[in-house]
């Protein structure tokens, strides 16, 4: 009769699918409750109370160790390693809960994390993915970047200086009407072609004379124009713009020379290799703001007399460039404004250099 209640408890488990195992030990009885399964499909339903004569049979159970086991696993469930995939994670979760290391509610809060860190590894894995697999595109994509935004400065920076050329040529058409005089903005080859040997049109390349002013006399042929041209490459690129006025005559019976401002580092550089221009030992003052180059170094320095000398200092800063029959006179790298009161002043420094120039040919008859 012993084990009437034993047959009745087990009895009552199987119809009611509490899940319980009980065990006689000694005597006593040991019941241990299965976790439920992890499958979120498999529901847990409670055991029907036992009858009053088997309460009263049957001796108290003793639970307190699989209880206080519960319970340390909620606290501090095991840690189990997270594979990559997570088909075996989850089985290894449901082992876990079946042989009672896990509850249940601590295998759903891990595979919730297992879930969750697994898509943001994914979508770390996807973007290095992409960059990857579309590596071209990826970098044509930078680069194509970077290239139109250098390009979109440039393109800024030329409309900007197209649109400030247009504007100096209107002014100077402007003031060539006010004056009197004739304006061709597109040049003339022919007078480029005739200055070509002149020191100041035989540097750099992308040549451009433009903005022409002409103010002729019945005995001389007076020119203003503007002249850019372009040195170097890449970053050290420049563009040099100057206007320059010509004075041409057939009485200019002058040797070829050049007069320009001394340049301290660059001219003292070429000193040290002899190639320093003309020396004038009699006016020292000269030669230190001015350099003298010529392919005849006595004619020129037996054209650059007291006067003469005078003359190109009065005009600080300016060039002065010769040859038989033409005179050129500028600062270099500078224009002039285009009102009409700049371009007259101008046009006189020409006129009296020219002068003087001349008053010198007449000294030397």
Known sequence: MCYLPLITILFGSLIGGAGFNLVNVGGGLLAQQAPPAFDNAV????????SAEANAVTPKVD??????????????????????????????????VNSGEMTE???????????????????????????????????????????AL?????????RFVKRREKAREVALETTTSELGLKFEPEGDELLMSDLS????????RRKKLFNLIV?????????????????????????????VVSVRSVTLAVPELQVRPRKAFLDGIKEMFGRGGIELD?????????????????QARGFLDAKMVAACERNNGCSLECQSGVLLHFRANKRVDPDAQSIRRFIGEGFTLFQDVSERLDRNA
């Open 215 to 243: 103010a002729d006399t019945p005995d001389l042929q007076v020119q203003v124009f503007d002249y850019q041209f372009t040195t170097g490459h890449g970053r050290s690129q420049t563009t040099h713009r100057v206007t």
């Open 197 to 204: 040997s002149l020191p100041l049109f035989n540097r750099g």
């Open 63 to 96: 639970v307190s160790g699989p209880s206080s086991k519960l319970a340390k696993s909620d606290e501090n469930p095991p840690v189990v390693d997270q594979p990559k995939d997570l088909d075996a994670y989850s089985q290894e979760l449901r082992r876990a």
């Open 150 to 158: 250098i390009g979109g400065v440039f393109l800024i920076c030329y």
């Open 43 to 50: 529901g847990q339903s409670e055991s029907p109370p036992l």
């Open 105 to 147: 509610q601590a295998a759903v809060k891990a595979w919730q994390e297992a879930n969750s860190g697994s898509k943001r590894a994914d979508g770390k894995d996807d973007v290095k993915g992409w960059v990857g697999k579309h590596l071209v595109i990826f970098l044509a994509t930078v680069y194509g970047s970077l290239f």
């Open 282 to 298: 009699q006016y020292p003052a000269f030669s230190k703001k001015f350099v003298l180059k010529s392919d005849q170094p006595e």
